[in-house]
């Protein structure tokens, strides 16, 4: 049960004096987007609007389409901020799930199980937002039983949050630790934090109350990556897809792909939209997509793509600023 207090909330936007309201939403949460438009138009007398693409992160902040809507105040919902210089007062709502006391301590009692049996004593722990609040309660509890527990905060984030495109929070422990802890629910962050670091990754669910490991998952998915990288280094055509979505627009590193690309005769375009999906991309004659915007397009939607789509550090590989021991330590 995701917490959003809705009063206090009416109440900034009355102090604020917001005439028309924009909101936008993570899919899982657009279902409170009546409820929520309700109250606070009863409650303040502004009128609220709903953007109804589905928003993955802060990183696609519509303040500048709110802006020229003539809206007053953006509400973010889901995220916490990530690039700053809003073009319009933007309130973020990070939208916590409410602790289960019950399913809490039953998966942490499991994870310390499994540490032990694994005799690992030391573990460095990440979460996405919603679930920082576990991640207080999983880091204590693991501490009084004697285990170590490095966390650490990156820049822009909270204490122990780590994003898809943003493990910077750990780095420092990571180093440290026999293994990583993953507090939330999907595969995606634990995928990432496995990639990134090269260690064990256990994934605490609070919301299910289950502990689960990545298992043969991460080795699968380097084998994929390193065949992608093989295939690139044989392929003519280049497809550089870029975003215009604020925190993921990376076009700057898109033409510096395209030049050394060219270096080593290889043809390349870059096409340029919002949502990066793969119908934009059929019959065009592309051997290989090199992805600048999210790093969940590479991870989870490749396969929807007619060809394989590489990330920029698997792109350097192939012009060669970087070899594959640099992004992949192979067993
Ligand atoms: S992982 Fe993707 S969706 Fe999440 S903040 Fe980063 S760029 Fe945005």
Same mark, same amino acid.
């Given at each position: 049960m995701i917490e959003i207090n809705i009063s206090k909330l009416a109440e900034e936007i009355k102090k604020r004096k917001a005439?028309?309201?924009?909101m936008q939403f993570p899919d899982g949460l657009k279902t409170k987007a009546e409820e929520i438009a309700d /109250?606070?138009?009863?409650e303040t007398g502004a009128k609220t609007i709903v953007f109804a693409e589905p928003c993955f992160g802060a990183c696609d902040l519509k303040d500048r389409e709110a802006k020229e809507l003539g809206a007053d105040l953006l509400l973010h919902f889901g995220h916490s901020a990530l690039i700053g210089n809003e073009k319009l007062p933007t309130i973020y709502i990070e939208a916590k799930y409410r602790v289960n006391k019950e399913k809490i301590k039953k998966a942490i009692k499991k994870l310390e199980e499994i540490l032990k049996k694994e005799r690992?004593?030391?573990?460095?722990?990440?979460?996405?937002? /919603?679930?920082?609040?576990?991640t207080k309660i999983v880091s204590e509890e693991l501490e009084k039983k004697g285990f170590g527990v490095l966390s650490g905060k990156g820049e822009m984030l909270a204490s122990y949050q780590v994003?898809?495109?943003?493990y910077s929070g750990m780095e420092k422990q990571a180093d440290k630790a026999q293994a990583l802890v993953?507090?939330?629910d999907g595969r995606f962050h634990a995928i990432g934090m496995g990639l990134e670091f090269n260690k064990k990754v256990f994934i605490i669910n609070p919301s299910s109350g289950t502990v689960n490991t990545l298992g043969l998952e991460k080795e699968k998915l380097v084998r994929k990556r390193i065949s992608f990288i093989e295939h690139a280094k044989d392929a003519k055509k280049f497809g550089l897809l870029v975003s215009t979505k604020p925190g993921q627009q990376n076009l700057k590193k898109a033409l510096e792909i395209k030049e050394e690309l060219e270096k080593k005769e290889k043809k390349s375009i870059i096409f340029i939209s919002e949502n990066i999906l793969p119908e934009h991309y059929i019959g065009l004659g592309i051997d290989v997509f090199v992805n600048t915007a999210c790093p969940r397009i590479a991870l989870d939607d490749e396969?929807?793509?007619?060809?394989p789509v590489l990330s920029i550090e698997e792109c350097e590989v192939v012009i060669e600023k970087k070899k594959i021991e640099d992004l992949f330590i192979l067993d």
């Open positions: 005439k028309l309201v924009a /109250q606070i138009e009863k690992i004593q030391r573990v460095a722990i990440g979460a996405t937002v /919603q679930y920082l609040e576990h994003l898809g495109c943003n993953f507090v939330g396969s929807k793509f007619n060809a």
